[in-house]
């Protein structure tokens, strides 16, 4: 799929490769208003949120339809005005084809709004108003995780750098570049607010340097900033939390350890754009810009689409599929999930819909050359992980760091008997947490039994000195009818 070379120095991070960047960037367009949203109610695997709405009733574009289940759940907005007219299954943006509980909204297109509700001048309010501001906005880290900005806003208090990732290093992707190029501005606005937050004495904006365009669109936005803009390496997977930070310092953070306790917090480019809309003009996060390229689409384009948009209407914006799409991606081809239809709908953390043909290979045995290990950004050794994680030897796989794999994909592809080395990887992983739970849930099992029995024994010893006190109070009567009878 790819051409690639092996990073020849450790100038930046270990390992890492250079790809054929497949990148198409347009002019961001926006398709006509979807007949039917469709929000799911799952979020992730351990994350959901409770439908505040019923079937029937009339929401405007901005409205809650859905609220936090959890301090890492955000709330959903309706992205346009109509009728709730069901909360079923549907199919869900989910590797294993799950379906799940959605909220339907027959949009009426008029696209009713409710009324924004600004913040002018940010520097005003408490960093606790504007956090909530934006947790009420719903806003998530929009480059793929989706993790809740506010939450990771409310971190360690001394944050010394934010790290503003416009590394968009995955191929075929192009999203954020676009969006840097239109809405330059509007970025830098959204840095100083995060900033502003956090308290931050130092703000990078990081950008390939393969992207020219958008480098100067923020380079002439930033002027007037103390933001800086920082070219970057075009190398795979430089996009990363700790490898962008290791090429902008030099600091490498240890495994299993988090950025923040380093003083660095990173937000996608478009996170921050988010933020800018939703303090300075009060709009929650209704859509999104998304890539919609490969082979398998007539139209390559970056779109600004509602989120619940069905990925079916953003094809036929595209002009439709070519005779070359066999498969649907969400995401990248190298991180990105093999979605089961084009009924599901857009979500916050679809940056890009890649379609394209299935070029499968036939597997071969590891040869072990080693060239995952060279590759490997966490420096781990694919390799022994790949025959730990085979032979269900989890313990092993532990002991190898098996969680500090990022999932990137580059042992994949330089992997020259085409094993499917990440996919061998999530399963791993997968069956270590089930692990993990159903002891941690047996220790408490386990625990919440000692204490029954203890508080059992307690409950005897009590009753024993209860009745002993009784026994003695009896015999101190008797004694004393005994003496009266003598007397």
Known sequence: MFNFF?????????????????????????PQLPKELIYPLFLTSDRYTKACVKVGDYVKKGQV??????????PIHAASSGIISSIEKRLIAHPSGLADDCIILQTDGL???LEAEPCLDYRQQSRDFLRKKIHQAGIVGLGGAAFPTAKKLSGSPAIHTLIINAAECEPYISCDESLAIASAKEIIQGSLI??????????????????PDAYLALL??????????????????????????????????????????????????????????????GIPLTERVITVT???????????????????????????????????IMG??????????????????????????????AIQPCIRCGDCAKVCPSELLPQQLYWYSRSQQWDNCTDYNLADCIECGCCDVVCPSK?????????????????????????????????????????????????????????????????????
């Not at 689409?305 to 914006?317: E, R």
């Not at 508080?455 to 009590?462: A, D, H, S, V």
């Not at 009567?477 to 007397?487: E, I, S, Y």
């Open 419 to 487: 094993i499917p080395l990440v996919q061998s990887f999530r399963i791993a992983k997968s069956e270590i947490s089930q692990q993990q739970k159903q002891a941690e849930q047996a220790a408490l099992a386990k625990k919440r039994f000692e204490n029954q029995q203890q508080r059992k024994l307690r409950i005897e010893q009590e009753k024993a000195v209860l009745l002993e006190k009784r026994k003695a109070t009896i015999e101190k009567m008797k004694a004393a009818a005994a003496q009266r009878k003598l007397n």
């Open 111 to 113: 696209d009713s709004a």
């Open 220 to 281: 002439f936005a930033a002027k007037e900033t103390d933001i800086k803009i920082q070219k970057v390496p075009s190398i795979y997977p430089t996009g990363g939390e700790k490898q962008l930070i290791q090429v902008l310092s030099g600091e490498q953070i240890p495994p299993q350890k988090l950025v923040f306790e380093y003083g660095y917090i990173c937000q996608n480019i478009a996170t921050s754009f988010a933020v800018y809309q939703a303090v300075l003009l």
């Open 65 to 74: 339809i859905a609220i936090a289940d959890s301090l890492l759940s955000t």
């Open 6 to 30: 092996w990073r020849k120095k450790k100038s930046t991070f270990t390992g890492g490769i250079i790809l054929d960047g497949h990148k198409q960037v347009t002019k961001i367009n926006t």
């Open 332 to 361: 990248g081809p190298m991180m990105g999930i093999a979605l089961a239809s084009d009924e599901i709908a857009v979500i916050k953390a679809s940056n890009c819909l890649l379609i394209e043909p299935i070029k499968a290979s």
């Open 194 to 211: 995060i900033q502003h937050i956090l308290q931050a004495s130092l703000c990078i904006i990081a950008i390939e340097d393969s992207k």
């Open 294 to 328: 490969g082979a398998g689409i007539k139209q390559a384009q970056n779109i600004q689409a509602k989120i619940g948009t069905p990925i079916k209407d953003l094809v036929q914006f595209c002009q439709g599929y070519t005779e070359h799409a066999q498969q649907l």
